[in-house]
């Protein structure tokens, strides 16, 4: 059976929403999936001056090591400025045992992000994250033109070749769409049927 883990960061809720879509389109294949979370770093004061969401039903992950037990991963996290925030970027900084060795050349990756506008660092925040499965040498899915709601600008939309993504306003106000959901929901289930057909 493949095993895929959806790794994800979310200071607000809106990664974790499309962390769990990810996850059920990755499930949709009969993969075996876990839905774990990076470390908060940010000091205490901050998270509550933030009003980070804090009460995640997904446990963290035990440690870097734990990567090496699956076939695809699936990472995601909100901007900061263009990049993936401090968190994910620290969590990746950790994985140099796991590159020395090649432990994740030949899995499966991809991204997902979101941002507070469609112009807000989208697909720059994908590539920061892609650019670290890419040195780990991992085969990169994205998010494909088979998904089309992710075409128009009839109405508010994320979503990018790159990957699954959405837009939550400056004030963090709009949840996920459904064509966003959607989305998350296909690349996961696009990233575990590739990790089967490679294993296969």
């Given at each position: 059976m493949t095993k895929v883990l959806v790794l994800y960061y979310s200071s607000y809720g809106h990664i974790e929403?499309?962390?769990d879509a990810v996850a059920e389109g990755a499930r949709s294949t009969?993969?075996?999936?876990?839905?774990?979370?990076?470390?908060?770093?940010?000091?205490?004061a901050v998270v509550e001056a933030a009003g980070f969401k804090t009460d995640s039903p997904h446990?963290?992950?035990a440690g870097?090591?734990?990567?090496?037990?699956?076939?695809?991963i699936i990472v995601g996290a909100p901007t900061r400025f263009g990049r993936m925030p401090g968190q994910m970027a620290n969590f990746w900084d950790t994985t140099g045992g796991l590159w020395f060795n090649g432990k994740l050349v030949g899995k499966v990756g991809?991204?997902?992000?979101?941002?507070?506008?469609q112009h807000g660092g989208q697909e720059t925040t994908?590539?920061?994250?892609?650019?670290?499965?890419?040195?780990?040498?991992?085969?990169?899915?994205?998010?494909?033109?088979?998904?089309?709601?992710?075409?128009?600008?009839?109405k508010v939309r994320g979503g990018s070749p790159y990957g699954a993504t959405t837009i939550a306003d400056g004030d963090g106000s709009r949840a996920p769409?459904?064509?966003?959901?959607?989305?998350?929901?296909?690349?996961?289930?696009?990233i575990a049927m590739t990790a089967a057909k490679l294993a296969s």
């Open positions: 929403q499309m962390a009969g993969a075996d999936v876990d839905v774990l979370r990076v470390p908060e770093t940010a000091p205490a446990a963290v992950i870097a090591d734990a990567l090496a037990e699956y076939d695809a991809g991204a997902f992000t979101s941002t507070a506008t994908l590539f920061s994250i892609i650019t670290n499965l890419l040195h780990h040498g991992m085969t990169i899915v994205g998010l494909d033109y088979g998904f089309q709601a992710q075409m128009g600008v009839d769409g459904g064509d966003e959901l959607e989305g998350a929901r296909y690349q996961g289930r696009r």
